[in-house]
């Protein structure tokens, strides 16, 4: 069937010649657009947009991987036990529950090609993680957006979206690229409104930085409950994003179906020693969250008093929203601080065409950037 269906296709297409298809949906999704790295000209001065620490790594990691770049002719262990025990560890968690992945973004896809298909609804949030959306659609599933109150999760919104179809909801907690949180009590109500059959996946990208006591990651209730799982990443406090590695926390059942489906491979021997190395430095750890937590106040107060509204934050990037008048859109600023070589990222494909997101960066980083603003502002 499928040689007749693709030839039947080019003619139709008016293709000369047969080739291969991507199956449906494929060629619906929008490519995932990375942040710049690069100003105007080609120098960068601050890159400020894709929400890495401007910490660096912590060096028993970078140590660490020395040691590993002897023996690069050998494979990985394919299951990284030990980085489990070493994240079992340090998180207080059951290292056979944990799945690692080649960032927390392998993590999200083996979620999707898991347990969604044609036919399935997975539903995320308005202004959520649009790697979900990717995620959702290559599964072959149908992707449901509810809307948010406030640039804020709303439970009511996507309890309310929930059909016979929906397999899953995709919850970043807190959200990118709006910085908001939802507070346990609201993720547990979420939860509990929810089929016992619904997977609910917590994606606690930034859970390390949030100073809140209403605040909890989604360790408790991907403890306890069969239905619900919670993603991390190193790729942000940590600092190891070039290295894309992350985990997954979950029910016994989830991990099982997940390691069935995953490369046997899926984590290099590097990522995994620099991994285990990281997770044990909570010296470092704390000298980012501290670092965060005099900057991010400063930066929004700051960005405040120029005028312009920044959504509160408890992540380690800010959301700022730009006046509409003539020459003061998000846009105009961006192409500004690119000049000058500050790179902070436009998030009009997140629905929000007058905003930018920036990462709190040094003090250098986001001394120049509220100067440049000023000045851009006038
Ligand atoms: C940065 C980020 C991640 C991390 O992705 P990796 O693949 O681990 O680098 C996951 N979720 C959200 C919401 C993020 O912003």
Not at 23 to 39: E, F, T
Not at 285 to 293: C, I
Not at 305 to 314: A, I
Request: aromatic share 8%.
């Amino acid at each position: 069937m499928n040689e007749i269906a693709t030839v039947t296709q080019a003619q139709e297409t008016g293709t000369a010649r047969p080739r291969p298809r991507p199956r449906a949906g494929v060629l619906d999704i929008a490519a995932y657009v990375p942040g710049k790295s690069k100003g105007s000209h080609g120098k960068t001065v601050h890159k400020l947009s894709s929400n890495e620490t401007p910490l660096g790594t912590s060096a028993a990691a970078r140590a660490a991987i020395e040691d590993v770049a002897r023996h690069l002719e050998l494979y990985p262990d394919g299951s990284a036990s030990e980085l489990r025990s070493a994240i079992g560890d340090v998180y207080g968690l059951n290292p056979e529950r944990i799945i690692c992945g080649a960032g927390s973004d392998e993590v999200l896809s083996l979620l999707a090609y898991g347990y969604l298909g044609p036919g399935d609804e997975a539903i995320y949030c308005e202004h959520g993680f649009l790697v979900y959306d990717i995620a959702i659609r290559a599964a072959g599933a149908t992707p449901v957006v509810a809307p948010e109150t406030g640039l804020t999760t709303d439970v009511d919104a996507i309890l309310a979206r929930v059909t016979d179809k929906t397999k899953m909801v995709f919850i970043a907690n807190p959200n990118n690229p709006t910085g908001t949180y939802l507070p346990f009590e609201e993720v547990r109500r979420l939860h509990e409104g929810l089929p016992a059959d619904v997977l609910l996946v917590l994606d606690a990208a930034y859970g390390e930085y949030v100073r809140r006591n209403d605040y909890e990651s989604g360790i408790e209730l991907a403890a306890t409950a069969d239905n619900v799982f919670m993603t991390r990443t190193f790729s942000k406090i940590y600092g190891l994003a070039s290295l894309r590695l992350g985990w997954g926390f979950g029910p016994a059942h989830v991990i099982d179906a997940l390691n069935r489906i995953r490369g046997p491979f899926n984590v290099s021997s590097v990522a995994i020693a620099a991994g285990i190395a990281a997770v044990r430095d909570r010296e470092f750890v704390a000298l980012s969250v501290d670092h965060n937590d005099k900057w991010l106040p400063w930066l929004t107060s700051e960005l405040e008093k120029l005028g312009l509204r920044v959504t509160p934050s408890v992540g380690n990037f800010v959301l700022i929203h730009f006046p509409e008048e003539d020459g003061k859109r998000a846009v105009d600023a961006d192409a500004y601080l690119l000049e000058r070589g500050c790179v902070l990222r436009l998030v009009g494909n997140y629905g929000l065409p007058n905003a930018l997101r920036m990462s709190v960066g040094s003090e250098d980083a986001n001394r120049t950037v509220v100067a440049h603003l000023k000045d851009f502002l006038g």
